[in-house]
């Protein structure tokens, strides 16, 4: 199962969660399969989707997710620690592990040689971490947001490859604005 696959049957779960997707081939596949407003896509800002996720998490009641890849996140590994400490039971950190920087070129990422990500998340603090295959993750993305006690880092291990896509048509303030009104946010500009 590649990036795209896993995109597309989590549809029926993330239809009606805020979420927020990292950088790159991730948005602009996301965008392609099913956009929606309440889907905040990065245009910039490599390794912050899991920081920004987490940061909505603590001001609204709703599920927020965190699709993040495991480059992005390499890039950002003190997220864990706030995470593990701060994160409230409406969060999911959704990381998409394919062991390669797949925006740029399909580079490999330390996750394919010996770094886990599991196991800095539960050594950062994180409680409820999951380690599963694309096929799985559906499943355990249904059970974290059920679960109104606790957040999760789900972490799902696909295959790495990307499909022909083209640049996702709005540009940064459209998809904020229409995220934020999502939200309930008034825009002071």
């Known amino acids: 199962?590649?990036?795209?696959?896993?995109?597309?049957?989590?549809?029926e779960t993330i239809q009606q969660e805020f979420v927020v997707c990292n950088?790159?081939?991730?948005?602009?596949?996301?965008?392609?399969?099913?956009?929606?407003s309440n889907?905040?896509?990065?245009?910039?800002?490599?390794?912050?989707a899991s920081s920004i996720?987490?940061?909505?998490?603590?001001?609204?009641n709703k599920n927020v997710i965190s699709i993040d890849g495991d480059g992005s996140v390499l890039m950002n590994m003190n997220?864990?620690?706030?995470?593990?400490?701060?994160?409230?039971?409406?969060?999911?950190?959704?990381?998409?592990d394919n062991g390669s920087y797949g925006s740029t070129g399909d580079q490999k990422t330390f996750t394919n040689e010996r770094t886990s990500l599991k196991d800095?998340?539960?050594?950062?603090?994180?409680?409820?971490?999951?380690?599963?295959?694309?096929?799985?993750?559906?499943?355990?993305?249904?059970?974290a947001l059920a679960?109104?006690?606790?957040?999760?880092?789900?972490?799902?291990k696909i295959n790495s490859g990307n499909v022909p896509i083209k640049p996702i048509p709005l540009n940064a303030v459209t998809i904020r604005d229409r995220f934020r009104k999502k939200i309930?946010?008034?825009?002071y500009l």
């Not at 199962?1 to 549809?11: G, I, P, W």
């Not at 889907?39 to 912050?48: A, N, P, Q």
């Not at 679960?147 to 799902?156: E, F, G, Q």
């Open 23 to 36: 950088i790159g081939l991730p948005s602009q596949e996301l965008y392609k399969i099913n956009d929606r």
């Open 1 to 11: 199962m590649n990036r795209f696959e896993l995109l597309n049957l989590l549809q």
């Open 184 to 187: 309930g946010l008034v825009s």
């Open 79 to 96: 997220t864990f620690a706030t995470i593990g400490n701060r994160a409230p039971a409406n969060y999911t950190l959704l990381i998409i």
């Open 53 to 60: 996720g987490l940061g909505l998490s603590l001001t609204i």
């Open 120 to 143: 800095i998340a539960a050594g950062s603090g994180c409680e409820n971490v999951i380690e599963c295959s694309g096929e799985e993750t559906n499943i355990n993305l249904k059970k």
């Open 39 to 48: 889907y905040f896509y990065m245009l910039g800002s490599m390794g912050l």
């Open 147 to 156: 679960d109104k006690d606790n957040s999760y880092v789900i972490i799902s």
